[in-house]
């Protein structure tokens, strides 16, 4: 039998009425009884009559979320997040992905519309302000790097946190630090903030060599080919650590390094970011930048449903928070041979 919100009320301790303005996302409930009855949702299974709220207010209770990877394993991560997120606060997810191309992004501005969706959550790339104004996909957020002004933004600061990253590795000894990820044919905000980072970084560490290679795209067979690329450019013994702008491009890295011969990390140490699944599993376990992603999914979906609700857009950049997750790739054991 189907949960209804008097189950939700007798598990939180509320009253059905708060529950219905939980549900409707009405703004006048303190932030504690808002957490218990979206808790007491989760633990009785209760799902909004979507068709009856959508009659009563107008809109459909859905909303769109577009990416441009999924088999990139940051956004795969986060999208689950931010679908049970949005189902916790009553909306169903639209999922959808552009690959990162300004045609196919302008193409989704103009497919969906208000009467399609109440929002949208967007991992925009390429498009620009006029992309955005020309469209009626009602509310936009944007998740990631890519700067539109006037738009509400979710991003955490990857300037920071290749700060960090670099940092610990000259801390582990790393005196020749290349970094890997400069998109070659494309725009990559992304990457661009890191490699910032990374060198204000190695600056500040008093160390002259640079060294940015660039990629064809973020999956494992760019991180490898970047390695064969710098090994050809530096000799085996070069470089000394690595600083790959997200986690697919540092276990290609990796793996091409072992194929080489070297020692990860006593030959060179490697860090990445994004802190996906895979980082923590491998047979040398991945040091990465790990955003806080389920503070992204919770900011992101709450400031949407702020402008669906009415609010005004701020053009605001609201930051979560990061942590450099240590593990055995950078972690130097002997010194370099």
């Excluded at 303005?21 to 909004?48: K, T």
């Amino acid at each position: 039998m189907a949960a209804t919100q008097r189950d939700v009320a007798l598990r939180a301790g509320v009253s059905r009425r708060t529950v219905s303005n939980v549900v409707n996302d009405y703004e006048h409930v303190s932030e504690d009884v808002r957490r218990r009855v979206l808790a007491a949702i989760d633990e009785v299974g209760y799902r909004p009559n979507r068709a009856a709220r959508s009659l009563r207010t107008g809109r459909s209770g859905l909303i769109a979320l577009a990416f441009p990877e999924f088999d990139v394993g940051y956004f795969a991560e986060l999208a689950r997040l931010v679908v049970h997120e949005a189902e916790r606060r009553g909306y169903t997810v639209l999922v959808m992905q552009t690959l990162g191309d300004r045609a196919r992004e302008v193409a989704l501005l103009q497919r969906i519309d208000r009467q399609l969706v109440d929002g949208l959550l967007f991992s925009a790339s390429a498009c620009d302000p006029a992309d955005i104004e020309n469209s009626d996909t009602g509310p936009v957020v944007l998740l990631g790097e890519h700067e539109i002004p006037g738009i509400d933004r979710i991003a955490i600061d990857n300037v920071a946190a290749a700060r960090a990253a670099t940092q610990h590795l000259v801390e582990q000894g790393c005196r020749r630090i290349a970094f890997i990820g400069r998109a070659r044919d494309f725009r990559s905000d992304m990457a661009e903030q890191r490699i910032d980072g990374y060198d204000l970084e190695l600056t500040a560490a008093g160390l002259p060599f640079r060294q940015v290679i660039e990629v064809d795209g973020y999956h494992r067979a760019h991180g490898a080919e970047a390695v064969r690329h710098l090994l050809r450019e530096h000799g085996p013994g070069g470089v000394d650590g690595l600083l790959c702008a997200n986690d697919p491009v540092a276990l290609g890295a990796m793996h091409e390094l072992v194929n080489a011969g070297l020692r990860v990390p006593d030959d060179i140490a490697v860090a990445g970011f994004d802190d996906i699944d895979d980082s923590a599993y491998g047979l040398v376990p991945l040091t990465s930048v790990s955003p806080d992603k389920q503070q992204i999914a919770e900011l992101a979906v709450s400031r949407l449903i702020e402008l669906i609700e009415g609010a005004a857009g701020s053009g605001s950049h609201q930051q979560p928070g990061f942590e450099l997750v240590v593990r055995a790739s950078s972690l130097r054991t002997a010194p370099p041979r």
